[in-house]
């Protein structure tokens, strides 16, 4: 309001999203909460020991802060190119219209996340070490920290923005976006590694 934007959100339109905030997603989030806990638990395909196994000593590659770095790099990859693209529509207003090349973008993103966090978990088991919940959220979802760091180079070399509310735009709106690609990755590299442990475990046959 105080640069004259164009851009400026209506003190209404901000009350309106505020009340919806309020009054209709808040109370979804206890509802939904209601409803997941009267779902029945995971159960495992096998039966397992009350009393948890010692880990191994792991190998120095298998370490977490070496793994799951070296996950998030492959995601990221997959969408290196189509992320130059929508930072240049929404930072440089230009037109983004291959939405087909959007899709298909998301799709290999979906593939790579689930198969390297697979790959690792594979890998993890195969070291006995057993604990893979979060670290397959953490691996898939690391990439969310090296799409901060492009977009970081992304402003000093590609963006000229000299005012200091079109910075704290910048670095405000970014970081936001990096913590819902953090979100989705994480998510999907979580359910791939489940759904990976539950599918060898229940092939296993225990007398």
């Avoid at 901000?14 to 939904?32: E, K």
């Avoid at 000593?57 to 977490?64: F, G, L, R, T, V």
Wanted: charged share 10%; net charge neutral; aromatic share 24%.
């Amino acid at each position: 309001m105080g640069k004259k934007s164009a851009g400026v959100v209506p003190f209404e339109t901000m009350f309106a999203s505020v009340l919806l905030w309020f009054g209709i997603s808040m109370p979804l989030v206890f509802v939904g909460s209601y409803f997941g806990y009267k779902e029945p638990t995971i159960e495992d395909p096998v039966k397992t020991n009350q009393i948890p196994r010692q880990i191994p000593e792991q190998a120095w590659y298998m370490q977490p802060i070496f793994s799951i770095p070296i996950g998030g790099i492959l995601p990221f990859g997959a969408v290196f190119i189509g992320l130059f693209f929508r930072l240049t529509s929404i930072w440089l207003h230009q037109f983004y219209y291959v939405f087909g090349f959007l899709f298909i973008v998301f799709v290999i993103l979906i593939v790579t996340c689930a198969e390297i966090t697979i790959i690792l978990c594979y890998f993890e088991l195969c070291s006995e070490n057993y604990n893979s919940w979060w670290r397959s959220y953490l691996t898939a979802g690391s990439s969310a920290f090296y799409l901060f760091l492009y977009a970081t180079f992304y402003f000093f070399t590609k963006l000229e923005m000299t005012k200091l509310v079109s910075k704290i735009l910048y670095f405000g709106y970014m970081p936001i976006m990096s913590y819902s690609f953090f979100v989705l990755t994480g998510i999907i590299g979580f359910y791939a590694c489940l759904w990976f442990v539950r599918t060898i475990y229940l092939s296993v046959k225990i007398d």
